[in-house]
Nanobody, 124 residues
Framework: QVQLVESGGGLVQAGGSLRLSCAASGRTFSNNAMGWFRQAPGKERKFVASINWIGSTTYYADSVKGRFTISRDNAKNSVYLQMNSLKPEDTAVYHC?????????????????WGRGTQVTVSS
């Protein structure tokens, strides 16, 4: 059974940092692109960042460029999201996702596997 499990969320003050982790099990995702999406209460799930299979190409939503960094460790079957200079508007449930192709995507529908998410709350 394929599972993606996120961790690292929590409550942080504006300007602070958090590092999210996503551990995959059930199969290896070393040949697959991974992504992070987030969903605020009452809003649609939105793209945050993606990374290709080898980690050489990354994409970011405009709202997080320069503040967030996505990375991966294929030996650990894991992907990470370093979040700096956090803002209250970053508050959301953050979901890890994997797609069956090697290239990253900012489209929610391009991803085949999803984690349940981890809550990030940024206080002002």
């Amino acid at each position: 059974q394929v599972q993606l499990v996120e961790s690292g969320g929590g409550l942080v003050q504006a300007g602070g940092s958090l590092r999210l982790s996503c551990a995959a099990s059930g199969r290896t995702f070393s040949n697959n692109a991974m992504g992070w999406f987030r969903q605020a209460p009452g809003k649609e799930r939105k793209f945050v960042a993606s990374i290709n299979w080898i980690g050489s190409t990354t994409y970011y939503a405009d709202s997080v460029k320069g503040r967030f960094t996505i990375s991966r460790d294929n030996a650990k079957n894991s992907v990470y999201l370093q979040m700096n200079s956090l803002k209250p508007e970053d508050t959301a449930v953050y979901h890890c996702a994997a797609r069956q192709f090697a290239g990253g995507s900012n489209q929610l529908g391009d991803y085949d596997y999803w984690g349940r998410g981890t809550q990030v709350t940024v206080s002002s």
